[in-house]
């Protein structure tokens, strides 16, 4: 079977960020809760799968997250590895329609109502996981029966 993992939006802003430049973290404006181990764990995480797939809303999400740093040299870096990964990994269209007539778009939102249409896509070929720091919506694709790894989880299983 071949697991592709979906990243959420703010641990994919980390992943970017960390691929970056490690010493960014610390200094993205959008990053203040995590470190250089959060990043290290992170990549590991990621790499227990075969691939990452991308959702054009979270990139575009991440894209602008991503911009929020004054420093011109950091934000050129940081939106090159961006670059670099857009055009590696695979890329999943689901249109904003599927995501709008889920229940969690009330609650969530159109981004975090499309990733779970993704993970409902699960065929015996392919298998979609979510990694995701957001525990409401780890929380939703876990009721929903989807295969979830929730990254706070793993942050806590860590000894301190």
């Not at 227990?48 to 809303?57: A, G, K, N, T």
């Not at 934000?75 to 904003?96: D, M, T, W």
């Not at 007539?101 to 409902?120: K, M, N």
Request: aromatic share 8%; glycine share 4%.
């Amino acid at each position: 079977m071949n697991d592709l993992v979906l990243v959420d939006t703010n641990l994919l802003l980390l992943y970017i960020v960390g691929l970056a430049n490690r010493t960014y973290i610390g200094a993205h404006k959008r990053l203040s809760g995590y470190n250089d181990a959060d990043f290290e764990l992170l990549v590991q995480a990621i790499s227990i799968f075969s691939d990452i797939v991308l959702l054009p809303h979270v990139l575009a999400e991440v894209s602008n997250l991503a911009r929020q740093t004054p420093n011109p040299m950091m934000r050129s870096r940081i939106h090159e590895k961006l670059r670099e990964l857009v055009e590696a990994a695979a890329e999943i269209p689901i249109p904003s329609r599927d995501g709008v007539r889920r229940e969690e778009f009330g609650e969530y939102g159109v981004t975090d109502a499309v990733i779970p249409q993704l993970c409902s896509l699960n065929q015996s070929e392919v298998s979609f996981w979510l990694l995701t720091a957001d525990h409401g919506l780890a929380v939703q694709a876990e009721i929903l029966g989807y295969n979830v790894m929730n990254f706070t989880y793993l942050r806590q299983s860590l000894p301190s």
